[in-house]
């Protein structure tokens, strides 16, 4: 038992540096892709970005469905959708100001509100999910999708004068480092040099964007296998709190580690884009995708008590926090909200443990 606890302890930390190195790769070569398409980093965040760190949710919603657990499949939808707001979102803001989109002001939020609002109706009217509730939560994310494809064609940017300028500096900066550094360290000078030259290759930001979404779905995989075993087995807490706070929170990991990089970046439009793309993916795709493959078994919602309806309006009042917290002058996310966010998670959390263990 011992050896396995630290051949778990091992990979967790292993599946901690797949996601924190594999989010830097995916948002270079995501960030990359849209200045070479002329889209805005919001535009792929929301899409793109979105799906790839929603990627880890799918695989535990599908393989719930398939053993017909509906408690971790619903549980996990919320559970991230909380996550996702309170906690990334709440950290993101305290490391630097977060701008929110005034297309998101008046359409992707609202629309987040909506959809949780239908997601909560869905499983209200029949004490549960059917296939055909998933195969209407799948309906309304293609029609946002196409909508995002449309906005996308719209809102095209010309980048071409600030890549040239970036490319220009970079290469000036390496070329110092490299004159002033020996050794190991003017090797690594070279390989970053060498790294942002391939960066200008269309392929190659396909590559890291492929190679980091992997590195980010394999870690998650790892750190939700191994905090699950540690949280199960070794301390025997109930599969519905583990679905809410340990399967959430590692299914949620790369919407984390990958905001923030993205936020450290600079990459604004990706750290929010995700985020908003990301509860839209988890309540319309990952969870409506689990439904339909879960065919005639029934996903139940409130069958017993009301801790699922509890738990799915606080996601729905995550959504209208974020709003609400969107409208300032200068229409961003700061520390205050930062520090909202998390005091909300906390008190969550808190009463979570307090009323249900």
């Known amino acids: 038992m011992v050896g396995k606890t630290i051949l778990e302890i091992f990979l967790l930390i292993v599946g901690f540096v797949l996601l924190v190195k594999g989010a830097d790769f995916f948002v270079d070569g995501a960030s990359g892709i849209a200045e070479k398409l002329h889209v805005s980093t919001f535009v792929i965040g929301l899409t793109v970005v979105a799906i790839g760190t929603s990627l880890p949710e799918a695989a535990v919603s599908v393989v719930s469905a398939i053993q017909r657990n509906g408690e971790t499949l ?10 996702n707001i309170l906690l990334i979102l709440g950290i993101a803001s305290l490391i630097c100001k977060i701008p929110v989109e005034k297309s998101s002001q008046r359409i992707e939020l609202p629309f987040l509100i909506a959809i949780t609002g239908i ?25 946002f999708m196409v909508y995002t494809i449309l906005m996308a ?24 480092i490299t004159e002033t550094k020996t050794g190991l360290k003017a090797f690594w ?35 939700v296998n191994s905090a699950e075993f540690i949280a199960e087995d070794l301390f025997g807490i109930d599969p519905k709190i583990v679905a809410l706070t340990v399967v959430a929170f590692g299914t949620s990991l790369p919407e984390l580690v990958t905001s923030i990089s993205a936020a450290k970046k600079g990459d604004m439009g990706i750290a ?39 738990d799915a309006l606080v996601s729905l009042g995550c959504a209208a926090l974020l709003l609400a917290c969107s ?10 909200t930062g520090v909202i966010m998390l005091v909300c998670l906390v008190g969550y959390y808190a009463c979570l443990f307090v009323t249900r263990i």
């Open 327 to 336: 409208f300032n002058k200068n229409r961003s996310l700061n520390r205050i």
């Open 74 to 83: 619903v549980g996990n939808v919320v559970g991230s959708n909380i996550m």
């Open 272 to 310: 929010t884009g995700n985020i908003i793309g990301s509860n839209i993916a988890n309540l319309l795709f990952v969870a409506g995708l689990g439904f339909v493959c879960g065919g005639s078994y029934e996903v139940a919602f409130c069958a017993t008590n009301y801790n699922d309806l509890i």
């Open 119 to 143: 997601f909560i109706g869905l499983g209200f009217w029949n004490s549960g999910y059917q296939w055909y509730d998933g195969l209407i939560l799948l309906v309304l994310y293609a029609a």
């Open 153 to 176: 064609r719209r809102t095209r940017v010309s980048l071409a004068d600030g890549t040239v300028a970036t490319q220009i500096v970079t290469e000036v900066e390496t070329e110092v």
């Open 189 to 223: 000078a070279k390989v970053k040099f060498k790294f942002n030259e391939l960066k200008e290759h269309t392929w190659f930001l396909i590559l890291i964007t492929v190679i980091g979404a992997a590195m980010v779905v394999g870690g998650a995989e790892l750190v």
